[in-house]
């Protein structure tokens, strides 16, 4: 876990217990941000999916991250962010000219990452990242991959001052979202 202070994002594994409020976060976060230019391209029924979400919660590859819940009780915490951490890369990912040569069982992909509209600026990204590079280690992974869309400069500004590697633009098709516009990046861990 990561090392935590009481204002601090705690982040952990997420536990089926979790699966309902993981699935109110991302739900909310869509209708919250779904119509803005920089949204990632999420559709509540498309991707992810509930089903999806349970699954990856129970293949013990999703994490989330919590910060006090200021307005609840003391000692409480609230979900602030989430991500699916997972070994290996998509038969898309083949095609990038990646800058780490690693593989399979050498490279984590993150996906799903996301902090909600009410802790932006509390840390929540960059403590998600910290836990994917520490889970990446702790796996004996060599590299961290990830996408954003072209449009989400938000999230390519946190990928690239947390120290990712930008690799370029890639038209990138998966069977629930289709063809989107991507910018690639990768980190040596």
Not at 171 to 184: A, C, E, K
Request: net charge negative; glycine share 8%; with cysteine.
């Amino acid at each position: 876990m990561t090392t935590n202070t009481s204002s601090a994002p705690l982040v952990r594994p997420a536990t089926p217990a979790d699966a309902d409020a993981v699935i109110a976060f991302y739900d909310d976060l869509i209708d919250e941000i779904g119509s803005l230019p920089t949204a990632p391209n999420w559709e509540k029924g498309v991707y992810p999916t509930h089903d999806y979400l349970r699954e990856c919660i129970a293949a013990g590859e999703f994490f989330v991250a919590e910060l006090p819940d200021a307005l609840g009780e003391k000692d409480t915490r609230r979900l602030a962010g989430a991500c699916l951490l997972r070994l290996g890369q998509d038969e898309e990912y083949d095609r990038i000219p990646w800058k780490v040569d690693a593989r399979p069982n050498q490279i984590l992909v993150v996906h799903l990452i996301a902090s909600a509209t009410w802790a932006a600026g509390r840390g929540v990204g960059r403590a998600l990242l910290d836990h994917a590079c520490s889970e990446a280690r702790r796996r004996g992974c060599t590299v961290v991959r990830l996408d954003t869309l072209t449009t989400n400069t938000p999230a390519q500004h946190l990928y690239e001052r947390y120290g990712f590697d930008r690799l370029g633009n890639f038209d990138l098709t998966y069977p629930t979202t289709g063809t989107m516009p991507l910018v690639i990046y990768e980190l040596g861990v």
